[in-house]
Each structure stands twice: as structure tokens, then as C-alpha cells.
């Protein structure tokens, strides 16, 4: 008897394959993305990784046919040429067999329907379901993401809900019709640690249970190593490195995945050398409180505490790490310290003095002696004032003595110790790109020499390497002039490398405070635990 052998079996044809896509806008001299070539597999994950500006979300949103540009090469779906299909088809394709979820939410939903509303509107475009059956399907696909008292909620408008549960809304959306492919562009970047890992997980959940394939674009390679199977990598709109998650991270071919690698957070300072006696510190808070008052009715008002009754010291020549989810009292404190906020009770001492008992010109030096700067330098910055304006405009206030030759030679040099050119005096800032605005947000606040500099976020919106320059440039300027870092963020990895110790801050009391290493290795408080568990995955 002669054995039979069977043919091996053949792969199953991708469900989505990009050849030599390019794309092209209007009146721009090159394409934006350029000869891009890929698969797509079924039930498959795969994440498209790159800094901003190298293509991916373009990619996306092109695959969609959402932009106004010019699409040359191919992108077929299940074999179907999608270049060929008419407005009406595409419609047709969108939210049934391709879904999306946007990386902010708060503009991608309708802020005039409630989120029920939206669910609804998809089922009954694309199942022609019923006005009740379609809510009915809205309301167990709410639930289905998490999000507590779903049928409240979804009666409530966008502005209502968090910032993670409107990504909740956003899925629930995009997986009304069970779409085979779901394209998830940075859906976690504005969330923290804990709210990002619950999303991740619940896509991977929704993934598993529905078999689709899911495509993430994403700039945050933490974020692909414990998701995707393959990675693509992409730089100036061309696809640099294609491989298996395992291989890209054990042995990245291409020189731009190896300096993305190596651009992640690390230890960017030394460890403290104790000196005796400790140095008094720059900045105290004794039971600093913040309420707010809001309606609870038509004759009653509510107080809600966002910051209960704070103790906090910043040391001089140091770095404070605050850390804690949005909401815990991180950013209200910040601004009460900066005197932006009004205080319910305690007192605050800055260099040896009590605020609440200086004068007017007191005022005026402790002022310049403390800077903020801002999480997104592109609203924080006039865009009717030239960068000469903007970073000189602390000079002209606080030091009216000096000259406009003076103040211009002060500005320039302030803007070369921040690694910008001399030519940056006479632009504005839509001219310069993120990271470069983050410069000048850091130039405008340092040329005063303040004693302490609050950083709000400072490198939320960067990509990893732009933002470990940034975070080096911040580590040399304190060294040169001493100053202190009151550094706020939700990104655990970019306070482990900058901060000499870390205060926790949730439900606007500090739960947790240390050396950085000891509350990272050794952390007490079950939230703490929370954070750091939730930033390894």
C-alpha cells in the first residue's frame, strides 16, 4: 500500500495587501508616504511604529480613502482593488468590514449626539436595525468595553465622559458591525498607565473574541512589544524594517529601529550623594488644600477636595517626580503653586518665605524665580509674537533695565544653550516642529534663572527620541545653573529617568513618596503597586 502524501497547505491569502502605495497631497513636491508594501493576515496583529511625521497615520487614514490626496500602486482588500472603488462602495466598507479608532476621541465624536446615539447611528446604516434593537445592540456593546452604569452613559454627550471612556465609546462604536479589521491609530496616547493597559487588554479581549485583525499605529514601542506578532517600522513615509515583534527587538536590522530602541527613557542622572546637614529646602507646603464648588441642583452646591491638605518639600538642584492618574490633583497643585489657583487652606513657603505674606514686589521676584512650563507648547505660545518676543518677554518685565541690544543678545544666547539656531529670533512658533517648540518653551522659562521650574507633562506629545533630547538638555541646564524640577507626568519610565525622588499623588492626597529607585523596585501603597504593574506591561 502506497502511503499519500498531502500537499502542503497553502497560506491563507492576506486580507489586506499594500504594493507600492504612495501617497501624495496636493502641492506638496513629494509623496508623503512613498512605495509602501505590506500584508495583512487575518486575525492578525500587527503594529505600524514610527516617529511623528514618518507616515503612519496617513497610511491609515489613506487605506480609508479619508484624506484629499493623490493614492497611486495598490491596496487590495480580500482581493478587491480598493482604489477602484467609488465614494458610495467605500461607505459602504467603512465601519462594516474596516473600523477605526482615532487617536482623540473628544474630536472624533460628535459633540452634539450622545454617545448611544452615535453606536446606534452605525447599526442602523449598516445592519438596518430598528431604533430600539440598535440601542438595545449600543447598550450591550458599552457594557461589553467596561464602562460602569453603561446605560447612563450612554445618554450622556462626549464632554460628559473621561478621557477613557471615550475610547471606550469609540470602540464600542467601531466594533458595532464586528469589522475584520479594526485600525487603531495611537488609541492610548493621552491616557495613563493604568487606563492604557485596560484598553490594550480589552482590545486584545475584543480581538480574540471576535477574530479580527487589528492594525495599531503607534509611536510607543512598550505598548507593541507585549501586543503585536509582526512590527513595521517607518521613517520619512518609507517602510524601513519589517519582522516578528521577537526578532525586531532581539536584533533590529535597520539603523533607525536600532536608535528608536535606544532612544527609550533611562536613568539620565546620578544617584544622591547624602549630604550632612541636608540643605533647607526650596519649597514647602504645609496642608495645602484646593476645593472647588460646583451646582448639585437648583438650590444646592457640592465641594469636592482636588487637593487635600498636600506636604510636600522640593529640595534644591533637584528633581521631583509627581506622578498619578488624571484627576488624582497632580495638575492642580502645580498651579497652586504657581499661584494660578486659588487655595482653601494651608500655606506655602518658597525660599525661606511664606507667600501669603509677601508684597506686591516680593510678589514680582518670586515670580521670576519660579517658571512653568507647559504640557503643549503650541498653545502656550503666542502665535502673534515672534520666538525673540516670546522668550525675551520675561527679560523686559523683570529686568527693564537692560537695553533691546542687551535683552536680544540675552534671547540668543538663551536659545543656543536650547540647541536653536540664531535664526530662530524672527520666526513664529507654527514654524518650528514639537520638539523644537518644547525648546523654546524651556528657553523662555529659563532665561530668567528661576530657583524652581514646574514641567506640566513637558514630553507627553514627543516622540522617544525627541523627547530623550529634551530630557538630556533638561538634566545639563539643571547642572549648569542648579535649578529644581518640579516634573509632572502620567509616563513612569520618563520619571524613573529624570527624578531624584517621586511623590504619588491619588485622589488628591499623597499616598506614596521616596528615592525613585526604592519606589520603583520596593513600592508600599497598593496604588503605587497599581502604576508600576500597569507601565511594565
Not at 144 to 168: D, E, K, M, N, V
Not at 281 to 297: C, N, Q, R, Y
Not at 298 to 314: G, M, N, P, Y
Not at 469 to 490: A, D, E, W
Request: charged share 20%; aromatic share 6%.
Amino acid at each position: 500500500m502506497s502511503l499519500v502524501i498531502p500537499p502542503p497547505a497553502l497560506p491563507a491569502a492576506p486580507l489586506l495587501e499594500l504594493e507600492q502605495f504612495s501617497v501624495q497631497f496636493p502641492g506638496q513636491p513629494a509623496p508623503t508616504v512613498k512605495e509602501l508594501s505590506l500584508t495583512l493576515h487575518a486575525a492578525e496583529k500587527f503594529a505600524l511604529v514610527g516617529e511623528s511625521g514618518s507616515g503612519k497615520s496617513v497610511t491609515a487614514q489613506s487605506i480609508m480613502r479619508l484624506l484629499p490626496a493623490q493614492l497611486s500602486g495598490s491596496v487590495r482588500w480580500q482581493g478587491q482593488e480598493l482604489l477602484t472603488y467609488n465614494e458610495r462602495q467605500m461607505r459602504r466598507l467603512r465601519g462594516k468590514q474596516i473600523a477605526m479608532v482615532f487617536q482623540e476621541p473628544m474630536s472624533a465624536l460628535n459633540p452634539l449626539m450622545t454617545i448611544g446615539q452615535q453606536i446606534a447611528e452605525v447599526l442602523e446604516k449598516h445592519e438596518a436595525l430598528s431604533r430600539t434593537d440598535a440601542w438595545a445592540r449600543a447598550l450591550a456593546l458599552l457594557e461589553r468595553t467596561g464602562i460602569p452604569a453603561a446605560a447612563q452613559r450612554l445618554r450622556h454627550y462626549p464632554h460628559q465622559l473621561s478621557g477613557g471612556q471615550r475610547q471606550r465609546a469609540m470602540i464600542a462604536m467601531a466594533l458595532a458591525c464586528r469589522p475584520q479589521l479594526l485600525i487603531a491609530d495611537e488609541p492610548t496616547t493621552a491616557l495613563d498607565v493604568t487606563i492604557r493597559a485596560q484598553i490594550m487588554s480589552l482590545l486584545e479581549e475584543l480581538q480574540a473574541e471576535y477574530g479580527m485583525a487589528i492594525l495599531l499605529i503607534t509611536h510607543d514601542l512598550n505598548l507593541v512589544k507585549n501586543f503585536a506578532t509582526r512590527v513595521g517600522v517607518m521613517q520619512q513615509g518609507q517602510l524601513r524594517e519589517l519582522a516578528s515583534t521577537q526578532s525586531l527587538f532581539a536584533n533590529p536590522q535597520h539603523p533607525y529601529t536600532a536608535e528608536l530602541l535606544a532612544a527609550q527613557p533611562s536613568r539620565l542622572i546620578e544617584e544622591d550623594r547624602v549630604t550632612h546637614p541636608a540643605p533647607p529646602p526650596l519649597l514647602v507646603t504645609e496642608a495645602l488644600s484646593v476645593s472647588f464648588s460646583s451646582a448639585a441642583g437648583w438650590f444646592k452646591r457640592k465641594t469636592e477636595c482636588a487637593v487635600d491638605a498636600v506636604d510636600l518639600h522640593i529640595p534644591p538642584q533637584r528633581t521631583l517626580g509627581l506622578v498619578g492618574e488624571s484627576g488624582s490633583g497632580k495638575t492642580t497643585l502645580a498651579m497652586a503653586l504657581l499661584g494660578l489657583q486659588a487655595t482653601s487652606g494651608g500655606r506655602t513657603q518658597f525660599d525661606g518665605q511664606y507667600l501669603d505674606q509677601l508684597d506686591k514686589a516680593a510678589q514680582k521676584k518670586y515670580r521670576a524665580k519660579l517658571q512653568v512650563v507647559f504640557q503643549d507648547p503650541f498653545s502656550a505660545l503666542s502665535p502673534r509674537m515672534t520666538i525673540e518676543q516670546i522668550v525675551g518677554e520675561g527679560l523686559q518685565l523683570h529686568h527693564p533695565e537692560l537695553s533691546q541690544v542687551a535683552c536680544r543678545e540675552r534671547v540668543s544666547e538663551t536659545l543656543a544653550e536650547v540647541g536653536l539656531s540664531p535664526d530662530a529670533l524672527y520666526r513664529y512658533p507654527h514654524e518650528f516642529s514639537g520638539g523644537q517648540r518644547q525648546r523654546i518653551a524651556i528657553a523662555r522659562a529659563i532665561i530668567l534663572r528661576p530657583s524652581l521650574i514646574v514641567l506640566d507633562e513637558p514630553t507627553s506629545a514627543l516622540d522617544v527620541s525627541v523627547q530623550k533630547q529634551v530630557l538630556r538638555l533638561l538634566v545639563t541646564l539643571q547642572q549648569k545653573y542648579g535649578t529644581s524640577y518640579l516634573f509632572i507626568s502620567h509616563d513612569l519610565a520618563v520619571i524613573r529617568a529624570i527624578a531624584h525622588e517621586v511623590i504619588v499623588m491619588h485622589k488628591g492626597k499623597i499616598v506614596e513618596r521616596g528615592a525613585t529607585e526604592t519606589i520603583f523596585t520596593q513600592p508600599l501603597h497598593p496604588y503605587t503597586q497599581s502604576l508600576i504593574h500597569a507601565a511594565m506591561r
